[in-house]
């Protein structure tokens, strides 16, 4: 029989993602509707084992969904994968009268909830990374502002591109995945798009391209490259030598993290977050929520972690055509 869901708690792990304050609110307020009591876990599983922790009810999640960040803050913490600390953090739930916790993050934080609920406290994961690199979801909460944060300064460098006849290279976050890269890619009207699912690090195609474009009258060149691929001061330097183009390096680095959620951001962060509290009062464990085919869904985190999903091949070749 499903244990009785007295308390739960929430925290937020990993990497911050704007839209984690309006999932935090929506987690809190729906585990109070449902007659379930909440706590807030500050910074991650660092946080956890340091034992802070506070109550919180419905006027502590008041006037932050539209705030970036997280209002719990997060942070890494590698020894949260030795056993002994897992341990040690389910009997500190157990001590707090902590039942079930959300744990608002990306793959790695859903390990540490696998490892909690191995040793007894229940818990579901909610999406939340800016990299929309989570197998298991088609949206991640984050994703949306950041591309667009991303997509505005981008359009600010190309403005200053085109007068001085430059070509820049521009490098967006992403980790190991290239969904920023690809989406900013199109939205900016990108020359080149870079990303580590795809790149042949054939740079002598990039030059061919840069000089072509050159004869044809473009002004400037805009390359969008992935954080997994990186290097951008140095690729600068060699296009620059090749092609006789001024070229310029921007990384655009942790402003891609920051600021107000948009709109979509805070729609499926509010709905993730209840749907996770749902869940957890309910008598859940051991899952990860998603969104597929326009529905909210929720996946056992060890198929959530075994999933695959890359670079879908008929966006790639549009981005691609539609660049040249
Ligand atoms: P994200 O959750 O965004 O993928 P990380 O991979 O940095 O970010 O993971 C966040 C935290 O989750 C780590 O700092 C650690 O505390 C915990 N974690 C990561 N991997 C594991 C694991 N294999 N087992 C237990 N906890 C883990
Ligand atoms: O996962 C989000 C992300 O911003 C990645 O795009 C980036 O690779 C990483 O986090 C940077 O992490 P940190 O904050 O530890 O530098």
Redesign the pocket.
């Known amino acids: 029989m499903a244990k009785e869901i007295k308390t739960i708690a929430v925290m937020t ?3 911050d993602a704007p839209g984690m304050n309006a999932a935090i609110r929506a987690a809190v307020r729906e585990a109070i509707v449902n007659g379930v009591s909440v706590k807030g876990i500050k910074k ?2 660092a946080g956890l084992l340091n034992e802070e922790i506070v109550d919180m009810e419905k006027k502590d999640v008041s006037d932050i969904i539209q705030r970036g960040g997280t209002i719990l803050g997060t942070a ?3 020894e ?2 030795e056993e002994a600390v ?1 341990a040690k953090a389910a009997e500190i739930c157990k001590k707090h009268g902590i039942d079930g916790v959300i744990v608002i ?5 859903y ?2 909830a696998q ?1 909690l609920a191995r040793h007894g406290i229940n818990t579901i994961g909610v999406p939340g ?1 800016i990299d929309l690199d989570i197998s298991c979801t088609e949206y991640t909460i984050g994703f949306d502002t950041a591309v667009n944060t991303a997509m505005q300064a981008i359009d600010k460098v190309r403005d200053t591109s085109s007068s001085h006849e430059r070509c820049s290279i521009i490098e967006v976050m992403g980790r190991n995945a290239g969904y920023i890269a690809l989406w900013c890619g199109v939205a900016n009207g990108a020359e080149d798009i870079l990303i580590p699912e795809k790149y042949d690090y054939n740079e002598q195609k990039i030059i061919n391209n840069i000089i072509a474009n050159r004869k044809r009258g473009k002004t400037h060149h805009i390359i969008i490259n992935a954080e997994g691929i990186g290097h951008s001061t140095s690729m600068a330097r060699r296009i620059e030598a090749a092609t006789g183009m001024e070229t310029r390096a921007t990384i655009l680095g942790y402003m891609q993290r920051g600021g107000s959620p948009t709109c979509k951001d805070r729609f499926f962060a509010s709905m993730m977050g209840a749907y996770a509290a749902d869940l957890l009062c309910s008598g859940k464990s051991n899952r990860v929520v998603g969104h597929s085919h326009g529905e909210f869904t929720d996946y056992d985190i060890e198929e959530a972690l075994s999933m695959e999903k890359g670079i879908s091949e008929y966006q790639y070749e549009i981005a691609r055509k539609l660049s040249l």
């Open positions: 792990s990993g990497g991650g599983y890494r913490c590698p949260f994968k897992q993050g990306g793959d790695g934080s390990r540490g490892a990374t």
